[in-house]
């Protein structure tokens, strides 16, 4: 059974920085893409960031040039560096990978249990 776990979140001030990571567990044959959304309160879950197993990379346009999301398929692990955050920023942050647990299955996504970010003025 596949377990998304996420770590990093937390309370920072406006223009700080601070470094999410998901690591998938379990039975894992390969991971496509992984990547982060994020959900604030009363909004809907957005994306921030993906990349594919072999490093290609997307951003939503809010956070361009100061979230950088990268992986080490080694540790079937995600990461997202924010650096100048803005109290917009705050959310609770999920981790999101595309997952074959073995070679004749179809990928499922599966989801991490999401981590609080907050970013006070």
């Known amino acids: 059974q596949v377990q998304l776990v996420e770590s990093g979140g937390g309370l920072v001030q406006a223009g700080g920085s601070l470094r999410l990571s998901c690591a998938a567990t379990?039975?894992?044959?390969?991971?496509?893409?992984m990547g982060w959304y994020r959900q604030a309160p009363g909004k809907q879950r957005d994306v921030v960031a993906l990349?594919?197993?072999?490093?290609?990379?997307n951003y939503a346009d809010s956070v361009k040039g100061r979230f950088t999301i990268s992986r080490d398929n080694a540790k079937n692990t995600v990461y997202l560096q924010m650096n100048s955050l803005k109290p917009e920023d705050t959310a609770v942050y999920y981790c999101h990978a595309n997952i074959k647990e073995d070679r004749s299955l179809s990928p499922i996504g599966s989801w991490g249990q999401g981590t609080q970010v907050t970013v006070s003025s």
């Open positions: 379990g039975s894992i044959f390969s991971i496509n893409y």
């Open positions: 990349i594919t197993s072999g490093g290609s990379t």
